[in-house]
């Protein structure tokens, strides 16, 4: 299979990054100003801990998404990921599956790896 599909990967990694970019923004956009239903409630104080988080995501969000230097913006997403989990469910317990930190370690290592990649086609960097 993987043989079949390594002729597409880097189309492949471009749907990933624009895909996963934009759900990052998203998360942004529904701590920051509420939308889609906001994070439990009224949209964070801008300058809080969440209401930072929430610029964070919409600006590395958008550089992903739009593939401009997508290595600097993943690796700082990463971090943030890796903050996230450590400070909001860690305490919780050790396992993400239990303590509702599965999507903060899916992020985190999809970052990582997008770090490593860079841009890739379809992107601003690769249109430069």
Avoid at 22 to 43: D, E, T, Y
Wanted: proline share 5%; glycine share 14%.
């Amino acid at each position: 299979m993987e043989k079949m599909l390594a002729n597409y990967a880097p189309q492949v990694y471009a749907v990933m990054r624009i895909t996963v970019g934009l759900l990052f923004f998203c998360h942004g956009l529904q701590k920051v100003f509420g939308l889609f239903g906001g994070v439990n409630g009224p949209p964070a104080p801008l300058f809080s801990m969440l209401g930072i988080a929430g610029l964070i995501e919409i600006i590395t969000g958008a550089m992903i998404t739009v593939g401009f230097a997508t290595g600097t913006a993943a690796f700082i997403a990463s971090g943030q990921m890796a903050v996230a989990y450590f400070i909001g469910h860690f305490p919780s317990g050790f396992w993400p599956i239990q303590n509702g930190g599965e999507e903060a370690v899916f992020y985190c290592f999809v970052f990582l790896y997008m770090a490593t990649q860079g841009s890739g086609r379809l992107s601003v960097d690769a249109a430069r």
